[in-house]
C-alpha cells in the first residue's frame, strides 16, 4: 500500500488482484448477493485508490480495507432497507424458465444427490446468515470467512474487543438456533424440542 500511495500503478494492480476474490466472497456473504458483492468490491478499491495519499499504516493493511468495506456493505443494507429492488436475472426469464436440462448438465462433475445436498445446506447456511442483523452478520463473516481475530474485528467495526465478544456470542447462538435442525452431535441429529414418536 505504501508503494500505491507513491503513485505505483502495478502495487495497486497487484493489491486489487490479492484482495478482491476475498473481499468479493466477504461482500457476498454480507450483502446476499453476488452481482452486489462485485459492484461494492470495486467501490472499496475505488476508494482505496483515492484514498491512498492519506494511507497511514497504523494497523494492518487488510484491517483499513475490511473497514471500508464493512462501512459499504451496511450503507448498501440500509439503503437496500429505504428502497427495497426486486432483482430479475434475465437469463432465467422467459415462457417456461430456465430449463432443468440445461442447468444439470453444467454440474455434472459429483453425484446428483451429493450435489443436491451441497446446495440445500449452503442454501440454508446462506438463510441462516441472512437472519443475523447486520452487526452480527459482518462480525461472523470476518471470524469465519477472514479469520480475524476479536483485536481485528472490533478495530474493522469500530467497536470495543468486549463489545465484539458478545456480539458473536449473540449471532453464534442465533445461527445455532436457525440450524438446530442440521447440527448432528455424534451422529444424532439435536433435540429440538420435538416429541419422540
Known sequence: ????????????????????????????HVVGSADEAE??????????FRGRKKYHPKAKFSTWLYTIANN???NALRNRQRKPVVPLNLRDSGPLGPRP???LAKDTGAAPGARIERQELAAVIQD?????????????VLNKFEDMNY?????VMEMSVKAVKSLLSRARENLRLALRDYIYMEGVPSDNGAPDE
Open 128 to 140: 441462516a446468515l441472512a437472519g443475523l442483523n447486520e452487526r452480527q452478520r459482518v462480525a461472523v
Open 39 to 48: 459492484d461494492l468490491a470495486q467501490e472499496v478499491f475505488l476508494r482505496v
Open 101 to 103: 436440462v440445461e442447468q
Open 1 to 28: 500500500m505504501l508503494r500505491v500511495r507513491d503513485d505505483d500503478a502495478e502495487a495497486f494492480a497487484e493489491l486489487v488482484e490479492l484482495y478482491h476474490p476475498r473481499l468479493v466472497t466477504v461482500m457476498h
Open 151 to 155: 483485536a481485528e474485528i472490533a478495530e
Open 72 to 74: 459499504l456493505a451496511l
